[in-house]
């Protein structure tokens, strides 16, 4: 019989013979974890760690949901597999499921195995649809690592595959963030500039197919738009004839107190993407959900586009159980209430902290914001920093926090706090005393 590996064997082989993703390889040292369960993970010398990010900000239902995980064991014994040009129990269920669920002029879906692929369903749609190329994005975003998704991501995760953007036929607008408005503007006399900036750029771009925005941008710092913007983008949109895209694989699901972040601004997308909580991260499962209109559009035109796994049987499953435990145990509202819960708690540290810039969030999704000068909002780390692989403040806040038993993701100069939907309050009082202990890290190297 084989002997068993042993932890450091195992993060070693992990190291050695795989990939390390958006990271220099060397001195990758990955955890080496043998369980999960609610909302804990546990490392292989038995430590418990919160999980205070669900991961990539994905597990929704927190680790180990049974009945989740009873849809994936009686699917792999129904049908494990067939071809996405086959009719199927579940692929007809969750259609079902989605239009209770969805924004309600969405009604035809194509699946994915991942966010990434469902953008790229998305761009291709919208192009076929408009008969037009150019897409534009903004500058913090995140949508996706194939080459149309990363071409219209922002962030510097595209600066490797330059030009990109030019090859794909993207182009990038501002974002809209009020903390630090890249238009130097003051919210509200600002008149939304961000938003009839875009206006200004289909005028001038022409061939404008779509706008691809993240509703509530995630990774790139959990930033919440002011309540004039999307009905502004909708206007500029419906009158230029470009497709609005909204990027829903993080915020989707309840993240942010309602099922879908868009439902914010009670108006709807031409095209909603999504993923992670989808199947509660489970299975990799993608959505690109479209409206009639563009769906009718297809019943005369080429449907161009397909994968072997589209519509895979194993991955549909879980998402009817994921949505049906949802609905059973409310965790959309459940998310709303424990979100002004934790907001309350984070501003409350904002007082305490100089280290602090700004708290913002909606539902249970906050980000928390790190400067070095609360006066200037000089951040402690740059993009350049990041992708040069210089060690980040905010990694060794989020190193300490591992270290007192809570998991936060940490990206640039801003945490995210996006605990699975079955977190208590004690726990979150937890991990706020685990990030408050933390902060002090941050605190001693603000200068002014
Ligand atoms: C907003 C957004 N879009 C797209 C993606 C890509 O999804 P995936 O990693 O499933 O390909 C992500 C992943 O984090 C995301 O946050």
């Known amino acids: 019989m084989a002997t068993e590996l042993t932890s450091q064997q195992i993060t070693e082989l992990t190291a050695k013979h795989t990939y390390g993703t958006w990271r220099y390889q060397k001195g990758w040292r990955p955890l080496h974890v043998v369980d999960a369960e609610g909302c804990y993970f546990i490392d292989g ?5 919160l999980d205070f990010s669900s991961q990539l900000m994905c597990v929704s ?27 199927t129990d579940v692929r ?7 239009l ?36 534009i994005a903004r500058y913090r975003s995140y949508h996706g690592s194939t080459m149309g998704s990363i071409a219209a991501t922002g962030d510097p995760r595209r600066w490797a595959m330059e030009p990109a953007g030019k090859v794909q036929g993207v182009i990038f607008g501002p974002e809209v963030n009020c903390f630090k408005c890249p238009l130097l503007h003051t919210y509200p006399d600002c008149g939304i500039a961000c938003v009839e900036y875009i206006d200004h750029m289909i005028k001038n771009e022409s061939d404008v197919a779509a706008i691809l925005v993240e509703p509530v941008v995630g990774t790139n710092g959990v930033l919440v738009p002011p309540k ?45 993407t999504t993923a992670k909580g989808i199947t509660t991260a489970y299975v990799p499962l993608g959505l690109c959900a479209t409206t009639k209109k563009i769906a009718d559009f297809f019943d005369d035109h080429y449907f161009s586009h397909g994968h072997t796994y589209e519509a895979h049987p194993l991955t549909l499953a879980p998402a009817i159980a994921a949505i049906e435990e949802m609905q059973k145990h409310k965790l959309v509202e ?19 902290h100089p280290s602090i810039g700004e708290v913002r969030g909606l539902g249970l999704f906050w980000g928390v914001e790190l400067v070095k000068n609360g006066k200037s909002k000089e951040p402690f780390n740059t993009m350049t920093d ?19 038993g809570v998991f936060l993701q940490a990206w640039i100069s801003h945490f995210v706090f996006a605990p699975p939907f079955i977190i208590t309050k004690e726990q979150i ?20």
């Open 45 to 49: 010398a038995g430590k418990k760690y």
């Open 61 to 87: 239902l927190g680790h180990k949901n049974q009945a989740v995980i009873k849809a994936i064991e009686e699917q792999a014994r129904k049908l494990s597999y067939i071809g996405p040009g086959y009719a």
């Open 92 to 98: 007809a269920k969750l259609s079902q499921k989605l």
């Open 100 to 135: 209770e669920v969805l924004p309600k002029n969405l009604t035809k879906f194509f699946f994915t195995t991942s966010g990434t692929e469902a953008n790229e369903a998305a761009f291709k749609i919208a192009r076929m649809f408009t008969g037009k190329t150019k897409i």
């Open 228 to 272: 004039e913007y999307f009905p502004r983008l909708r206007e500029i949109c419906n009158a230029h004839g470009v497709l609005l895209i909204a990027d829903e694989v993080m915020a989707g699901w309840g993240r942010t107190g309602k099922w879908f972040a868009i439902d914010h601004w009670d108006l709807t997308p031409d095209i909603l």
């Open 334 to 352: 459940r998310s709303a209430e424990l979100g002004e819960y934790l907001g309350q708690k984070l501003t409350a540290l904002k007082d305490k």
């Open 386 to 404: 990041k992708v040069s692989g210089k060690p980040l403040l905010v990694d060794k806040v989020a190193g300490e926090m591992m270290k007192n």
């Open 429 to 448: 009082d937890e991990a706020i005393r685990t990030f408050d202990t933390a902060l002090a890290i941050a605190d001693s190297e603000v200068s002014g």
